[in-house]
């Protein structure tokens, strides 16, 4: 099982520091090697959420996520889109980008950092969005109770998570960005930048997750009479297949995922730049990592992984959240690639652990039960 879901992920990084060995040495063999691992540590949360959508969508668009969509998280968010960051803010064309890429790595590095604050504005709406829709949702599994009841019944509130998220990209873009341009941060004063790329994530969240969700929405008859053919095949003896998001509801979820994975990306691109400039180790590096992201989604799907722990989600998009604090935070401040993915994992490891013990009440709970039937039964 576990070879045949992290298969191509194995081969992708034998060919990956194969490659960096042949293009610089064991010293870019190094680099890349940290680069994956790098990636691995920031994008776990992305796989835990992916799976929650994936595994509502049926087999062909499952292929579809991991065949083109492996090619647009790899060469598009991994290699083309820090080209792309550099073609818009310096006003090149491509061309030009990706051979001030190859020839002149300074200035390159230099083009991405400016660019930095829309890009973080944009990815922290759109990873804040998803935050505030989960938590101010009502949930029968709560993980953290005492918070989440609370702001379960605030998200009664038509458009509360908008408003949030609107006042939130206010203040940022009136501190973040006009601070770091009045102390020397490294960046112009970016306060309009910041408005309109924020807006564009909230927008781009909102067409995106609107469209699957209004599509989903459209197959909600057609799945009620599959689940009545389901039930109907159980009490014959057969074996339920589940049911399965396909055509456009399905279509409308794999680009919220590809866009969730853009989103995700954004710090693992940002965060190579403190280890290499080089725009040839860098896609080698989070390729490799991208992989291991999707193998891992794949791998939470078919092992049932979020039914039996039932608190990872929850942990995952808290580390989303903070995630999406961290991205706006750091329109003036830098922060530490470090603490940015040991927060993802102390959320979603707490998550796993509180699971634990709750499977293992919930074990103890049905054996006291069960012993109490038999002492009657005896009886």
Same mark, same amino acid.
């Given at each position: 099982?576990?070879?045949?879901?992290?298969?191509?992920?194995?081969?992708?990084?034998?060919?990956?520091?194969?490659?960096?060995?042949?293009?610089?040495?064991?010293?870019?063999?190094?680099?890349?090697?940290?680069?994956?691992?790098?990636?691995?540590?920031l994008s776990f949360d992305n796989a835990v959420v992916n799976a929650g959508i994936l595994k509502k969508m049926n087999a062909f668009w499952q292929?579809?996520?991991?065949?083109?969509?492996? &090619?647009?998280?790899? #060469? @598009?968010?991994?290699?083309?889109?820090? +080209? +792309?960051?550099?073609?818009?803010?310096?006003?090149?064309?491509?061309?030009?980008?990706?051979?001030?890429?190859?020839?002149?790595?300074?200035?390159?590095?230099?083009?991405? =950092?400016?660019?930095?604050?829309?890009?973080?504005?944009?990815?922290?709406?759109?990873?804040?969005?998803?935050?505030?829709?989960?938590?101010?949702?009502?949930?029968?599994?709560?993980?953290?109770?005492?918070?989440?009841?609370?702001?379960?019944?605030?998200?009664?509130?038509?458009?509360?998570?908008?408003?949030?998220?609107?006042?939130?990209?206010?203040?940022?873009?009136?501190?973040?960005?006009?601070?770091?341009?009045?102390h020397g941060g490294g960046h112009a004063d970016k306060t309009e930048t910041v408005l309109l790329s924020g807006i564009a994530g909230l927008i781009?969240?909102?067409?995106?997750?609107?469209?699957?969700?209004? #599509?989903?929405?459209?197959?909600?008859?057609?799945?009620?009479?599959?689940?009545?053919?389901?039930?109907?095949?159980?009490?014959?003896? !057969?074996?339920?297949?589940?049911?399965?998001?396909?055509? !456009?509801?399905?279509?409308?979820? #794999?680009?919220?995922?590809?866009? &969730?994975?853009?989103? #995700?990306?954004?710090?693992?691109?940002? @965060?190579?730049?403190?280890? =290499?400039?080089?725009?040839?180790?860098?896609?080698?590096?989070?390729?490799?990592?991208?992989?291991?992201?999707?193998?891992?989604?794949?791998?939470?799907?078919?092992?049932?992984?979020?039914?039996?722990?039932?608190?990872?989600?929850?942990?995952?998009?808290?580390?989303?959240?903070?995630?999406?604090?961290?991205?706006?935070?750091?329109?003036?401040?830098?922060?530490?690639?470090?603490?940015? @993915?040991?927060?993802? +994992?102390?959320?979603?490891?707490?998550?796993?652990?509180?699971?634990?013990?709750?499977?293992?009440?919930?074990?103890?709970?049905?054996?006291?039960?069960?012993?109490?039937?038999?002492?009657?039964?005896? +009886?």
């Open positions: 099982m576990v070879l045949k879901t992290f298969g191509w992920s194995f081969a992708v990084t034998a060919l990956g520091l194969v490659a960096a060995v042949l293009f610089g040495g064991w010293t870019a063999f190094g680099i890349v090697a940290i680069l994956s691992i790098l990636e691995i540590s292929k579809i996520f991991l065949t083109i969509g492996i &090619l647009i998280a790899v #060469f @598009g968010m991994r290699l083309v889109f820090p +080209v +792309v960051i550099v073609a818009i803010s310096a006003q090149l064309g491509p061309i030009e980008a990706v051979d001030l890429a190859l020839s002149d790595k300074d200035r390159y590095q230099e083009l991405v =950092t400016d660019a930095h604050p829309a890009i973080a504005a944009f990815g922290g709406m759109f990873l804040l969005m998803i935050f505030l829709d989960f938590i101010f949702e009502d949930r029968d599994i709560k993980w953290l109770a005492w918070l989440e009841r609370p702001l379960a019944k605030l998200g009664k509130v038509d458009m509360l998570s908008v408003c949030i998220a609107l006042v939130i990209l206010l203040i940022s873009a009136m501190t973040f960005a006009t601070n770091a341009h009045q781009t969240y909102m067409i995106v997750g609107g469209l699957s969700g209004y #599509f989903e929405d459209k197959l909600e008859e057609e799945e009620e009479r599959e689940h009545e053919e389901e039930e109907k095949a159980e009490r014959a003896g !057969k074996p339920r297949t589940g049911v399965a998001l396909a055509g !456009k509801a399905a279509f409308f979820m #794999f680009l919220y995922l590809e866009v &969730l994975d853009a989103s #995700f990306s954004f710090d693992g691109v940002i @965060g190579a730049f403190a280890i =290499t400039n080089d725009i040839v180790l860098m896609a080698l590096g989070l390729g490799i990592g991208a992989m291991y992201v999707r193998s891992l989604t794949v791998y939470l799907v078919r092992q049932g992984t979020l039914d039996d722990y039932v608190y990872l989600e929850h942990g995952a998009h808290y580390a989303i959240g903070a995630l999406a604090l961290i991205l706006l935070v750091t329109i003036q401040y830098q922060i530490h690639e470090l603490i940015t @993915g040991l927060i993802g +994992v102390v959320l979603i490891g707490a998550s796993f652990w509180s699971s634990v013990r709750r499977n293992k009440a919930l074990a103890a709970a049905e054996g006291n039960a069960g012993d109490k039937t038999e002492v009657s039964s005896g +009886v």
